[in-house]
Nanobody
Framework: QVQLVESGGGLVQPGGSLRLSCAAS????????MGWYRQAPGKERELVAD???????SYADSVKGRFTISRDNAKNTVYLRMNSLKPEDTAAYYCNAYRGGSYYYAGTHVRGGGMDYWGKGTLVTVSS
């Protein structure tokens, strides 16, 4: 089992910045991909960004150039630096860890049916 604990959400004005953190514990040695998803009210959960154990990254088009994902394998922690935040970035942000095979195709990490683990989420509100 893998436990994920997010932190760093909150209220920020448009144009502002936040950094989310997610610490993994438990059976972390075989985690391949870590990432962030978000879900806004009335919308489906969507991938924001992810990063492999080899530091290959992918981003949703809506956040490219504004968000940066990074990973500290020694600390089993993944970060999401969010700059130039917009009201449409308002959502619950969920940390994800994936154990299993994957390959890189057309700018995304395609997962091969392994096991996903989820944090409980942290709320990001972008509003003036």
């Amino acid at each position: 089992q893998v436990q994920l604990v997010e932190s760093g959400g909150g209220l920020v004005q448009p144009g502002g910045s936040l950094r989310l953190s997610c610490a993994a514990s438990g059976s972390v040695l075989s985690i391949n991909i870590m990432g962030w998803y978000r879900q806004a009210p009335g919308k489906e959960r969507e991938l924001v960004a992810d990063i492999t154990s080899g530091s290959s990254t992918s981003y949703a088009d809506s956040v490219k150039g504004r968000f940066t994902i990074s990973r500290d394998n020694a600390k089993n922690t993944v970060y999401l630096r969010m700059n130039s935040l917009k009201p449409e970035d308002t959502a619950a942000y969920y940390c994800n860890a994936y154990r299993g095979g994957s390959y890189y195709y057309a700018g995304t990490h395609v997962r091969g049916g392994g096991m996903d683990y989820w944090g409980k989420g942290t709320l990001v509100t972008v509003s003036s």
